[in-house]
């Protein structure tokens, strides 16, 4: 089985900065796709942003120019450098990865961090 823990949410005021990180461990040969969704209340959840494992990357309008992906593959470990961060970036933000188990390939999700924008 495969574990996404994410950390580094927290309150942070308008034009702030917040760091996520998502740290994937178990059975793991390998990870394609990691990613970083969010949900805001009743809203569905949504893509901010992935990364493959060759570095590419993809970002929601939204977020493109304030937010940045990054990936440490020798540590399964993803990250979300967050800035000029708006109330409307509040949600909870997800971990997502396609691992390569022993056996298969599957996706996995991180239990959530809490980020809320406000003054």
């Known amino acids: 089985q495969v574990q996404l823990v994410e950390s580094g949410g927290g309150l942070v005021q308008p034009g702030g900065s917040l760091r996520l990180s998502c740290a994937a461990s178990g059975s793991i040969f390998s990870i394609y796709t990691m990613g970083w969704y969010r949900q805001a209340p009743g809203k569905q959840r949504e893509l901010v942003a992935h990364?493959?494992?060759?570095?590419?990357?993809n970002y929601a309008d939204s977020v493109k120019g304030r937010f940045t992906i990054s990936r440490d593959n020798a540590k399964n470990m993803v990250y979300l450098q967050m800035n000029s961060l708006k109330p409307e970036d509040t949600a909870v933000y997800y971990c997502?990865?396609?691992?390569?188990?022993?056996?298969?390939?599957?996706?996995?999700w991180g239990q959530g961090t809490q980020v809320t924008v406000s003054s």
């Open positions: 990364i493959i494992s060759s570095g590419s990357t």
């Open positions: 997502n990865a396609d691992v390569r188990t022993g056996w298969a390939t599957a996706n996995f």
